[in-house]
């Protein structure tokens, strides 16, 4: 075991979170509410988990992929 190149790896992998960090407040300053209604899916995935104000942006993407994902195979079996 090398621990320079475990050191190496560890601050190349640090490097790249931090990059990540940066980009994701970014995103987070540049976006303003949203305006018009919400798509039918995330709809429909917020009726079916708790309310919108208790679930975090994981809760909200996961319930919405899985209900977008789920009607697209309600579809394609049609």
């Not at 090398?2 to 540049?30: C, F, M, N, P, S």
């Not at 429909?44 to 009607?71: F, L, N, P, Q």
């Amino acid at each position: 075991m090398d621990v320079t190149k475990i050191l190496e790896q560890l601050r190349e992998e640090r490097d790249q979170i931090e990059a990540a960090i940066v980009t994701l407040e970014r995103l987070a300053l540049g976006r303003g509410k949203r305006r018009g209604r919400p798509p039918s899916w995330m709809v429909e995935a917020r009726k079916r988990t708790k309310s919108g104000d208790e679930m975090s942006a994981a809760d909200v993407i996961e319930a919405a992929v899985a209900a977008k994902g789920s009607r697209g195979n309600k579809t394609a079996n049609a």
